[in-house]
Nanobody, 121 residues
Framework: QVPLVESGGGSVQTGGSLRLSCAASARIVSGRCMGWFRQAPGKKREWVAGIDPDGTTNYANSVKGRFTISRDTSKNTLYLQMNSLNSEDTAMYYC???????????????WGQGTQVTVSS
């Protein structure tokens, strides 16, 4: 496992935007699969978006076109830009990573502590 620290959560109105950040080591941000998951109260944790070591990005259908995952290797940070937020996006958001090289579809072994996103009308 590797350390991951999320930030950027908060409360926003429907239609608003937030940007989540995940700080990690240079080795992880520049060369490993990283992703975002979320878990709403009473629901299972669900995958939101991922970025493979080659930069390929993938999104859950529920966020496609609204969320953007990216990484800044100069800042050792993964981001999740979230636009057009609605109440169904309310959840605890978790940053995730693979400590060893591999594609995201092989799974994640490291998790952050989470950052809360609340969307209200």
């Amino acid at each position: 496992q590797v350390p991951l620290v999320e930030s950027g959560g908060g409360s926003v109105q429907t239609g608003g935007s937030l940007r989540l950040s995940c700080a990690a080591s240079a080795r992880i941000v520049s060369g490993r699969c990283m992703g975002w998951f979320r878990q709403a109260p009473g629901k299972k944790r669900e995958w939101v978006a991922g970025i493979d070591p080659d930069g390929t990005t993938n999104y859950a259908n529920s966020v496609k076109g609204r969320f953007t995952i990216s990484r800044d290797t100069s800042k050792n940070t993964l981001y999740l830009q979230m636009n057009s937020l609605n109440s169904e996006d309310t959840a605890m958001y978790y940053c995730a990573a693979r400590s060893q090289w591999g594609w995201c579809n092989a799974g994640f072994d490291s998790w952050g502590q989470g950052t809360q996103v609340t969307v209200s009308s």
